[in-house]
């Protein structure tokens, strides 16, 4: 049973344009969630994360959005940047700064910027 | 480098052999995870640490997989009898704030 559910494995923009990754969660209990970037050959890199009291993040050029309602969140990378071609990890965990702090992931969003 | 070290980084073996790997998490964090990685998926836990002791245990550590952290510092993960199907790339993270990744140690089974 897939708790994360990252449904495009893969994505396509251009250079500049706004990249939009989605993930969707099955599990009610999640209350916290991350995005990671993994290079070939790397382990993951945290990028964003957001906790179920709010509903949209801003990092720099990364916004990650919550839709508790629809058990989904998405990230916004803009402007995209050959740089940021990578695959996009998005990770849930349930009782944020509870016992285990252990993430459940999707399978992944191949994310290729073209220049 | 002040990250999380892993060794070896790849690691061939044939069916049927033991396999250990190692990770140095960063100094400061108490917390410590073993994940899996196989190809199309994304990291599946199989177990983590608070200092010294083993908290939880995924019931994708069979039998055969053993991890340890003896003195709440580094840790190691061993396969005993490999099987083919253990091919995966195996991630140990330490957590401070956020989870922290090491690169990796991936087992080839033959």
């Known amino acids: 049973d897939q708790q994360v559910k990252q449904n495009s494995p893969s994505l396509s923009v251009q250079e500049g344009r706004i990249s939009i990754l989605n993930c969707d969660y099955t599990?009610?209990?999640?209350?916290?969630f991350l995005w990671y970037k993994k290079y070939p050959a790397e382990g993951p890199t945290f990028l964003i994360s957001?906790?179920?009291?709010?509903d949209k993040n801003e990092d720099g050029r990364f916004t990650v959005f919550l839709n508790k309602s629809a058990k989904h969140l998405s990230l916004h990378i803009v402007p995209s940047q050959p740089g940021d071609s990578a695959v996009y990890f998005c990770a849930a965990s349930p009782f944020y700064g509870g016992a285990t702090n252990k993430l459940i992931f999707g399978t992944g969003t191949l994310l290729a910027v073209q220049p | 480098d002040t990250g999380v070290s892993q060794n070896p980084r790849h690691k061939i073996t044939k069916r049927g052999q033991n396999v250990t790997f190692r990770c140095d998490p960063i100094s400061e964090h108490n917390r410590l995870y073993w994940y899996r990685q196989t190809l199309g998926q994304g990291p599946e836990f199989l177990t983590y640490f608070q200092n010294e002791a083993q908290l939880e245990k995924s019931r994708l550590l069979s039998d055969r997989f053993s991890a340890e952290r003896p003195k709440g510092s580094f840790s190691t993960l061993e396969i005993q009898r490999t099987e083919q199907g253990d091919s995966a790339m195996y991630l140990c993270a330490s957590k401070g704030r956020e989870l922290f990744f090491g690169e990796g140690s991936r087992l080839t089974v033959l």
């Open positions: 957001i906790s179920s009291i709010k």
């Open positions: 599990n009610s209990m999640f209350d916290y």
